[in-house]
């Protein structure tokens, strides 16, 4: 880890929380998608199912925003995740690996941009999903009614 995660007595009692659905609001440069994505990642870490849908603007702003950025995903968890932009094996959609006491997670990667993509993923049953910046999605298609979770989201 390159810095330390200091958190705020607010951000501190949203890690404890324990609810189905929940929305993160605030300022830029607030911390949201930092304390965010880390109790995303330990939900599916959790989870009895094995894949997940972690969901931004596009590809490249999900690497920068969320994986590849200081306490992103690859800075938090290290060696126990594993990231495939292309896909790889049978997971033809980018996705990461997450190596957990309860075996591999499988946590797709989905721009929102890419409706082709999305619809490849539909009517799948999921564990967890995470949306970063909902508020300037599309969701003409109300595409998120068509996953069946099994029990958390973060929007």
């Known amino acids: 880890m390159t810095d330390k995660l200091i958190l705020s007595p607010k951000y501190k009692a949203f890690l404890r929380c324990n609810a189905p659905v929940e929305f993160l609001?605030?300022?830029?440069?607030?911390?949201?998608?930092?304390?965010?994505?880390?109790?995303?990642?330990?939900?599916?870490?959790?989870?009895?199912?094995?894949i997940h849908i972690l969901s931004g603007l596009d590809l490249g702003t999900i690497e920068k925003n969320i994986i590849n950025k200081d306490l992103g995903i690859l800075d938090d968890f290290g060696s126990l995740v594993e990231?495939?932009?292309?896909?790889?094996?049978?997971?033809?959609?980018?996705?990461l690996i997450l190596h957990t006491s309860k075996g591999e997670r499988i946590i797709y990667i989905?721009?929102?941009?890419?409706?082709?993509?999305?619809?490849k993923a539909?009517?799948?049953q999921y564990g967890c999903l995470y949306i970063d910046e909902i508020n300037i999605a599309d969701w003409?298609?109300?595409?998120?009614?068509?996953?069946?979770?099994?029990?958390?989201?973060?929007l």
């Open 25 to 50: 609001e605030g300022t830029t440069a607030a911390g949201k998608t930092t304390v965010g994505i880390f109790k995303f990642i330990l939900k599916c870490a959790e989870s009895s199912k094995k």
């Open 83 to 95: 990231y495939n932009a292309k896909g790889k094996g049978q997971y033809s959609l980018p996705h």
């Open 110 to 119: 989905l721009g929102y941009d890419n409706k082709a993509r999305w619809k």
């Open 122 to 124: 539909l009517g799948g």
């Open 140 to 154: 003409k298609e109300k595409s998120i009614q068509a996953f069946t979770l099994e029990r958390y989201a973060i």
